[in-house]
């Protein structure tokens, strides 16, 4: 199987973010992305893919607190986990970046895809806030 | 409107509209500060034809118009001290941040004083702008930097140009 860029009127591109910082998020809650562009598809917590897609996701951190958050994350597409990513988030104010996240293929259109927290250390709450979290996606045909 | 898929024979391809990768790399480290622009001139592409261009001078990228675009940058910053923190950012010509609502995000490193990081290996950040409606020019930026930072020259930037008709 091979993909290729999906041929039609949309675009292959389709991306959304949060548009408001999100606090204490705990092991099995999914990093909220409110505001979708070029995917009409979406629902609280994330996205419903309307085509065979590549998603990364990633997220922007801050916090107060006095740990470092460690998270592992995952994609869920209809409960299916999909894809792995690590994010280190720091103890201060105003902390620090996002980045490493992680990607998803959905093998159909009409899957409800979420970007979700699956491991938290040290407490099994996040202590750091989320800025924002992110996802851009390409749709692909195979 | 139509989105057209590379449709070209081979490795160079034949079709009009080819979606394109376009990497812009800068082959040298560069000292950068804060409102200096990460210089990477050197283009490589799947493709000819994308119009993709960089002022080797000031980092201007320059992205024809009948495209959506995917940019993302992958950066890797020596910061001039383990205490440093930096912000980078794409920006319009005017150097004025391109904020999520029009496609851009930015990526932040802060230095975190209770844990000190001694001699560990640099990290990549990302930052990113996509938009069906791009703007003609654009830079990436350093919006907070020490001076005496240096941006290696492992720093790209991946371009995913999309034909529409």
Redo the contacts between chains.
Sequence with gaps: MSY??????????F?A?N?SAQTGVQVGDTFEVD?P??ITGHISGGVILDATSLVYG?M?TSGTV?E?DKVQTNFLLNSQAEGRGFQVA???A??????DGTYAKSGTGNQFLRYNATQISPAPTMGSGVD?T?I?G?RVQS | MTYQLFSGTGTTGTAAKPTRLIELTSGINRSVSTGSALILASVRATDAGHGVTVNNTTGEISLPAGYDYYVQASIEIDRNANTESFRIAFTDSGGTEITAADGGFDCVYEWHSSRTTNNVPNFTLSAVYVSKNPLSSIFLKCMSMTSGSVMTKETSIIIVQVAKS
């Design positions: 290729s860029p999906i041929q039609g009127s949309n675009s292959p591109l991306w973010y548009s505001t562009r070029e990633e922007q006095g470092l720091t103890n201060k105003d902390a620090y970046d996002c980045d924002q992110r851009f390409f």
